[in-house]
């Protein structure tokens, strides 16, 4: 299977994509902070769905996206953060959390199918 084909990993490199687009938004003070542990969370999704298309089982690749799926609640929890603390509007956040939301639900069919 090339994960390079799988609608799950392309809606993940396009999250990641705009993940960084947010991140600039930031205070520069928080570089090696919070928004380090947002492009971490970001490209952890994209890259546990291709290691788990690497492994020789089923049940391999649905830990794999055990893990991806974290990763997304990871992110979408920092980009609330994000809203908490008044370091990016709303209006910035939302789109990201409906791409966020879309992904976990992807995922989540994706490892009920694998069942």
């Not at 999250?15 to 520069?28: D, E, G, I, Q, T």
């Not at 542990?37 to 994209?46: H, L």
């Not at 298309?53 to 830990?63: I, M, N, V």
């Not at 791409?99 to 490892?111: D, T, Y």
Request: proline share 3%; charged share 25%; aromatic share 6%.
């Amino acid at each position: 299977m090339n994960y390079r084909n799988l609608n799950v990993w392309k809606k993940s490199m396009e999250l990641l994509v705009n993940v960084y687009k947010m991140v600039r938004l930031l205070p520069a003070h928080e570089l090696y902070a919070l928004s380090d542990q947002i492009r971490r969370a970001a490209v952890s999704i994209p890259s546990n769905i291709a290691e788990g298309t690497s492994r020789e089982s089923d049940k391999d690749f649905k830990r794999f996206l055990y893990i991806a799926r974290g990763s997304a609640a990871e992110l979408e929890t920092q980009c609330l953060i994000c809203i908490s603390i008044g370091y990016v509007k709303e209006s910035h956040i939302e789109p990201l959390l409906e791409q966020i939301a879309l992904l976990k639900s992807m995922l989540s069919s994706l490892i009920k199918r694998l069942k």
